[in-house]
């Protein structure tokens, strides 16, 4: 009878060693969800593709939704959770990983409505000073980003080049905050743009012009989140951010100066 007892007491204790287990790693997923789900806005920084991003927005579900909800409640939790990730795919490949506002004013939200940033950013007015800050330079990226999808496919002529030019630099110097982590992708801007003249990568020409327009936005876009004083009620967010911002706005202005002095 002891032994028995001392069985039936082992398999109980592994069963809720198991349980626990269980409990401890879905609560992990569920706290990096939001941060993974964070992450993907990159894809939409790189590649702004409705497919792309409809197939990360499925696996992550799957990932930090469907799979603690089945590791908590193996039966109805997982199905609805499941459910809800299946129409939230659905609805982010038709909505876009890019909103369809146009972008002539950089303050409206240019992410698309199922991403991190498009979800939260129309609520960043009651947002506390890190997180807002946040929102505001990512939203801003995808704004650069819409402008980068919407270049002609060529310029016929030299006039048209510089029309365009013109018009892309209005946009740019409307923002009130200019975030210097948008620099790369504004550099992406006018590559393209110039590679685009006449269908033809940029002659020698155009190569200064690219130079110079590095070192006119470098003037122009100096908010650096880095430098931020964050109150503790930001903690962690703020040194967070400001690492990650930092690793672009520490190094951009040294990559551009590298370049000034190649081309010299």
Same mark, same amino acid.
């Given at each position: 009878?002891?032994?028995?007892? %001392?069985?039936?007491?082992?398999?109980?204790?592994?069963? &809720?060693?198991?349980?626990?287990?269980?409990?401890?790693?879905?609560? *992990?997923?569920?706290?990096?969800?939001?941060?993974?789900?964070?992450? @993907?806005?990159?894809?939409?920084?790189?590649?702004?593709?409705?497919?792309? =991003?409809?197939?990360?927005?499925?696996?992550?579900?799957?990932?930090?939704? *469907?799979?603690?909800?089945?590791?908590?409640?193996?039966?109805?939790?997982?199905?609805?959770?499941? !459910?809800?990730?299946?129409?939230?795919?659905?609805?982010? =490949?038709?909505?876009?990983?890019?909103?369809?506002? !146009?972008?002539?004013?950089?303050?409206? #939200?240019? %992410?698309?409505?199922?991403?991190?940033?498009?979800?939260?950013?129309?609520?960043?007015?009651?947002?506390?000073?890190?997180?807002?800050?946040?929102?505001?330079?990512?939203?801003?990226? %995808?704004?650069?980003?819409? @402008?980068?999808?919407?270049?002609?496919?060529?310029?016929?002529?030299?006039?048209?080049?510089?029309?365009? &030019?013109?018009?892309?630099?209005?946009?740019?110097?409307?923002?009130?905050?200019?975030?210097?982590? #948008?620099?790369?992708? &504004?550099?992406?801007?006018?590559? &393209? *743009?110039?590679?685009?003249?006449?269908?033809?990568?940029?002659?020698?020409?155009?190569?200064?012009?690219?130079?110079?327009?590095?070192?006119?936005?470098?003037?122009?876009?100096?908010?650096?989140?880095? #430098?931020?004083?964050?109150?503790?009620?930001?903690?962690? =967010?703020?040194?967070?951010?400001?690492?990650?911002?930092?690793?672009?706005?520490?190094?951009?202005? #040294?990559?551009?100066?590298?370049?000034?002095?190649?081309?010299?």
């Amino acid at each position: 009878m002891p032994g028995i007892i %001392c069985l039936l007491t082992s398999k109980h204790r592994k069963y &809720i060693d198991m349980k626990r287990i269980k409990i401890i790693f879905s609560i *992990v997923l569920l706290v990096l969800a939001i941060p993974m789900w964070r992450y @993907m806005d990159f894809l939409t920084w790189i590649w702004a593709s409705e497919t792309l =991003y409809a197939l990360a927005f499925f696996f992550w579900g799957l990932t930090y939704l *469907v799979l603690p909800a089945w590791l908590l409640k193996p039966k109805l939790l997982p199905t609805i959770a499941f !459910a809800l990730v299946f129409i939230g795919t659905i609805l982010s =490949y038709n909505l876009g990983p890019l909103s369809k506002m !146009a972008t002539n004013d950089s303050s409206h #939200s240019h %992410c698309g409505p199922m991403s991190f940033t498009g979800m939260f950013y129309p609520t960043i007015n009651f947002m506390t000073q890190a997180p807002a800050d946040d929102l505001d330079a990512r939203n801003q990226l %995808c704004w650069i980003k819409k @402008m980068i999808q919407r270049i002609p496919e060529k310029f016929s002529t030299k006039h048209e080049l510089e029309d365009f &030019i013109k018009l892309t630099q209005t946009k740019l110097l409307n923002p009130e905050n200019k975030y210097r982590v #948008s620099l790369p992708l &504004i550099a992406l801007l006018y590559a &393209i *743009v110039l590679a685009h003249e006449e269908g033809v990568m940029p002659n020698i020409s155009n190569g200064k012009m690219f130079i110079d327009s590095l070192k006119f936005w470098i003037d122009q876009y100096t908010d650096e989140i880095s #430098s931020r004083q964050y109150s503790w009620w930001d903690y962690p =967010y703020g040194p967070y951010i400001q690492f990650e911002y930092g690793l672009v706005e520490k190094n951009w202005e #040294s990559i551009v100066n590298s370049l000034i002095l190649e081309e010299k």
